[in-house]
């Protein structure tokens, strides 16, 4: 079965800096890559997501970039802010099929 | 997001006690998942349906097990309750169809296994 890896598991920037959350997945079926957020609290949030057939995607001050080839695929965040603080999760699915989840990466925003 | 609740939000209860949670929909989706979320694992799929008849197992079923009673509801037993099922339980609903992939998430129901 499908198999996501999400790094770093911690990651701490200065506001106004770019982060980037990189994830790795193992079944090449896969199509379909989603990006959660899931502020202190409260519940996972779809932020952005990403199918195999476009290499990136922007919405806002988010993007995402995929790599079929490679197998990774990333989520990078510009100039961040303060309410970007929060827990990112990946994710990997064929189409429609069941979700498999990353381990979550926390990322703080430091003023 | 009022559209996919869950009951209860918070709940003790003692080692070996059976306890049911349960999730609801009003967002007219036909799937609907069960995950468990813990420190550092991520979300972890427990129990998934895709329609009333279909259930199926995740990665992490034992211990548990899942009632489809109607398209908007989809509850969540543990039969003998032990601590390492203390964790935060969230229930998900997604449309799956039109290309419509997003997950919509319940608010969660914290457990604690004494």
């Known amino acids: 079965g499908e198999n996501v890896e999400q790094h770093p598991s911690t990651l701490s920037v200065q506001e106004g800096d770019s982060a980037v959350i990189k994830c790795t997945y193992s079944?090449?079926?896969?199509?379909?890559f989603p990006w959660y957020k899931q502020e202190l609290g409260k519940r996972p949030q779809l932020i952005i997501d990403?199918?195999?057939?476009?290499g990136e995607k922007k919405d806002q001050r988010i993007a995402v970039t995929l790599n079929k080839t490679a197998k990774h695929f990333s989520l990078h965040i510009t100039e961040t802010q303060p309410e970007d603080s929060a827990v990112y999760f990946c994710?990997?699915?064929?189409?429609?099929?069941?979700?498999?989840f990353g381990q979550g990466t926390r990322l703080t925003i430091n003023p | 997001d009022a559209d996919v609740t869950q009951t209860p939000r918070n709940r003790i209860t003692k080692t070996g006690k059976r306890i049911m949670l349960e999730c609801s929909q009003t967002?007219?989706?036909?799937?609907m998942y069960w995950y468990r979320q813990d420190p550092g694992l991520g979300l972890r799929l427990i129990y998934y349906?895709?329609?009333?008849?279909?259930?199926n197992k995740g990665e992490i079923s034992d211990g548990y097990s899942v009632s489809r009673q109607a398209q908007a509801k989809f509850s969540l037993s543990l039969e003998s309750a032990i601590p390492n099922q203390t964790a935060l339980y969230f229930c998900?609903?997604?449309?799956?169809?039109?290309?419509?992939?997003?997950?919509?998430f319940g608010p969660g129901t914290r457990l604690t296994v004494t």
């Open positions: 349906s895709f329609d009333v008849k279909d259930i």
């Open positions: 990403i199918r195999s057939n476009v």
């Open positions: 967002k007219g989706h036909d799937r």
């Open positions: 079944d090449s079926a896969s199509n379909y």
């Open positions: 998900a609903t997604s449309g799956g169809t039109g290309r419509n992939y997003e997950q919509y």
């Open positions: 994710a990997a699915s064929r189409g429609a099929q069941k979700l498999v």
